[in-house]
Nanobody, 117 residues
Framework: QVQLVESGGGLVQAGGSLRLSCAAS????????MAWYRQAPGEQRELVAR???????NYADSVKGRFTISRDNAKNTVYLQMNSLKPEDTAVYYC???????????WGQGTQVTVSS
C-alpha cells in the first residue's frame, strides 16, 4: 500500500521560511513524478510545484523564485523549501505522486501552513 506522509508545516510570520517533507513508501519512488498542491479555505486545490523522475521542475507563477522543490530518491522523500512566505501562501499543502508507468495517483493527508502578517 502506497503511503505519503507530509511533515514540516506550521505557523510562520510573513517573510519567513518553512521546509516541507513528504516521505513515500510502498512504491518505487524513482518511478513517480512528485508534486506539492495546496488548498486554501473555500478555494480549489492548486498545483504548487512538480518534479519529474528526471528532476525536471515546474512551478506555479505565484511561487516562482520563492519555492524550490527537490527530491532524494535514496530517501524516498520530496521536499518543498518555501522562502519569503506571504499570508496568501496559507493553505493545507498536499503531497502527490503519479506513477509514470501505471498512472496511479496517490495523495498524502496534508499539512497546514499558516503565514501571519
Amino acid at each position: 500500500q502506497v503511503q505519503l506522509v507530509e511533515s514540516g508545516g506550521g505557523l510562520v510570520q510573513a517573510g519567513g521560511s518553512l521546509r516541507l517533507s513528504c516521505a513515500a513508501s510502498g512504491t518505487i519512488f524513482s518511478m513517480n513524478a512528485m508534486a506539492w498542491y495546496r488548498q486554501a479555505p473555500g478555494e480549489q486545490r492548486e498545483l504548487v510545484a512538480r518534479i519529474t523522475p528526471g528532476a525536471r521542475t515546474n512551478y506555479a507563477d505565484s511561487v516562482k523564485g520563492r519555492f524550490t522543490i527537490s527530491r532524494d530518491n535514496a530517501k524516498n522523500t520530496v521536499y518543498l523549501q518555501m522562502n519569503s512566505l506571504k499570508p496568501e501562501d496559507t493553505a493545507v499543502y498536499y503531497c502527490n505522486a503519479v506513477h509514470q508507468l501505471s498512472g496511479n495517483t496517490y495523495w498524502g493527508q496534508g499539512t497546514q501552513v499558516t503565514v501571519s502578517s
